[in-house]
């Protein structure tokens, strides 16, 4: 068992036990306060970490980390230090934090422990390169349902690959980053050319990122035994997408501007070690898969995950409850595949899932599912319906495990919807 995984522990601060930070968690993420640049932290309960002033407290001593490393915008310095360091900060912030400790960090709590609410969250990540992949079953199907041939909904690749594209890296933003809905061209059912205007059918996509901890070079391929060597781990992914100017554009080279005027990230990132108590078998890949994507072992991870449309009133509905273990092809062969051309990774790059759907409609990952191409509205709480999102809406997501007593969470991942510009 890793240390800091150890169901028993429990911290000196005390933690409610709906908390998505438990001291079982330790996430890491960047904060800032004002008049001081960001640094790393990590959380516990409703409280802020800060690792720089853990530092400075020589509680890393033995370690051999500079201090440079938490003085930083990112955690990327954080994440090449390799997960054998990794895992060595998590444990002794564990060993720092619980209820039996025989440090002297309690009573010095005031100089590294700060309240969430009073600090900012940041982006946690510079992301170089972000993918996107397409690797639910569910979802697939009912796009292929949507747009094609109900009887041949997945495309003949679909089983055989994890089918993905390179997306925006720079316009991954972190949560309560407001969105201006984004314009282009459009081609309305019943016009004979393309009109040019704000996004008539803005959308969200409920997905989940793993972010690469460790680099590769050119040329060099990961297999599917190794690939979670490379995983540090993870972050709620909402990909929002401009439907009618995706449809317009995609053919024949894919998603352009309907996919990257945004992206929102949870401003946390959950390590793969602390999910390994969730972790659940994949569903099973008929055909066979090819030999350099067959994966051993339970490598899906048992994360609920819900959707939340709050309108500018403040009324909210949850839109969708799914799960991250639906996913047919999983990270390591996400990862394989990635790399097994020879292109190389860099530590910050992101690769999200693709939209999480599952075989209900309440568990469906996009508007476009849930009401079935606007077929189907929500119904909000005001009596308002949504075929797809509105100006002054927000889009909330959540998500956590759960399992023998035992809660690992995300946070959340909000965006707010503003009028286009």
Known sequence: MIRANDPSLTSWLTVAADSDFPIQNLPFGVFKTKGKAPRVCTALGDQIVDLLALHQLEYFFDLDIDASVFDNAYINDFMALGKEKNRAVRDRLSDLLRADSHFDAKDKAGAFMLNMSDVELMLPVKVGDYTDFYSSIEHATNLGCLFRDPEN?????????????????????VSGTPIHRPKGQQMPADATSPVYGP??????????AFVVGQATKLGESVSTANA????????????????????????????????SFASTISPWVVTLDALEHFR???PKQEPAVLPYLV???????????????????????????????????NMSQQLAHH?????????????????????????????????????????????????????GDSVVMKGFCKKDGLRIGFGETRGKVLPAV
């Open 280 to 282: 659940v078998e994949s």
């Open 199 to 208: 996004c008539k059918l803005l959308d969200f996509e409920l997905e989940v």
């Open 153 to 173: 909904a997945l495309l003949p690749n679909w089983r055989h690959i994890p089918v993905g594209y390179h997306g925006r890296a720079s316009s991954i933003v």
């Open 295 to 329: 994966s051993e072992g339970k490598r899906n991870i048992d994360i609920n995950l819900e959707v939340i449309i709050e309108t500018e009133k403040g009324e909210a509905k949850t839109v969708s409850e799914s799960n991250f273990k639906y996913m047919y092809w």
């Open 339 to 391: 790399t097994v051309n020879g292109c190389n990774l860099n530590v910050g790059d992101m690769c999200a899932s693709g939209t999480i759907s599952g075989k209900e409609v309440g568990s469906y990952g996009s508007m476009l599912e849930i009401t079935w191409k606007g077929t189907k509205p929500v119904t909000m709480p005001d009596g308002s319906e949504r075929k797809f999102i509105k100006d």
């Open 228 to 259: 979670e060597d490379h995983i540090f781990g993870l972050v709620l992914f909402n990909d929002w997408s401009a439907r009618d100017i995706q449809k317009w554009e995609y053919v024949p080279l894919g998603p352009f501007l309907g996919k």
